[in-house]
T-cell receptor
Framework: EDKVVQSPLSLVVHEGDTVTLNCSYE??????LLWYKQEKKAPTFLFML????IEKKSGRLSSILDKKELFSILNITATQTGDSAVYLC??????????FGDGTTLTVKP | DTGVSQDPRHKITKRGQNVTFRCDPI?????LYWYRQTLGQGPEFLTY????????KSRLLSDRFSAERPKGSFSTLEIQRTEQGDSAMYLC????????????FGQGTRLTVV
């Protein structure tokens, strides 16, 4: 089965810092790459990426996909304490199911 | 509330008992997924439905686990003869369309087997 690897496993920053979260995936039956934010319970959707080199942006968050290197990054600028969460990366395949990484735990200190 | 709804939110059961969880997806969503998540790990795929048809079941899922979606609306996940290793958060998600859409997750059912 495809494997999704996220790094770093955890990250502690101070408010105002910029962070970059990494996600690598395997290519079998790849359809799209998704990012979710998980605070306490349910993961909430952030971005879906299907094409290389096209940045998706929402406020202070942005993400990009590199299909040649099988890699995606999630950037958060001017971090706030409310950004503290687990960020999950997932690969969607032709079968429609998602294979998730183990997440990056981000802690933003005031 | 038009989000994905799961019931119960918490379940404590003794080892060897059977448990059943329910998921009500977003109403127009034809795809429904079950995932399991343990502490420090990402959600792990269990099974999914397109309408009432169960299209895939994880090889990791033992035959003690069964899921149904009888009328293509709500779904149930049953675990028979629970074991301590079944303790986890069970997440349900739904999506609309075919394969390239995002899934919306419910709040999960936390199962503790004692």
């Amino acid at each position: 089965e495809d494997k999704v690897v996220q790094s770093p496993l955890s990250l502690v920053v101070h408010e105002g810092d910029t962070v970059t979260l990494n996600c690598s995936y395997e290519v079998t039956n790849f359809r799209s790459l998704l990012w979710y934010k998980q605070e306490k319970k349910a993961p909430t959707f952030l971005f879906m990426l299907t094409s290389s080199g096209i940045e998706k942006k929402s406020g202070r968050l942005s993400s990009i996909l590199d299909k040649k290197e099988l890699f995606s990054i999630l950037n958060i600028t001017a971090t706030q304490t409310g950004d503290s969460a687990v960020y999950l990366c997932a690969e969607n395949t032709n079968a429609g199911k998602s294979t998730f990484g183990d997440g990056t735990t981000l802690t933003v200190k005031p | 509330d038009t989000g994905v709804s799961q019931d119960p939110r918490h379940k404590i059961t003794k080892r060897g008992q059977n448990v059943t969880f329910r998921c009500d997806p977003i109403s127009e969503h034809n795809r429904l997924y079950w995932y399991r998540q343990t502490l420090g790990q990402g959600p792990e795929f269990l099974t999914y439905f397109q309408n009432e048809a169960q299209l895939e079941k994880s090889r990791l899922l033992s035959d003690r686990f069964s899921a149904e979606r009888p009328k293509g609306s709500f779904s149930t996940l049953e675990i028979q003869r629970t074991e301590q290793g079944d303790s986890a958060m069970y997440l349900c998600a739904s999506s609309v369309g075919t394969v390239n859409t995002e899934a919306f997750f419910g709040q999960g059912t936390r199962l503790t087997v004692v």
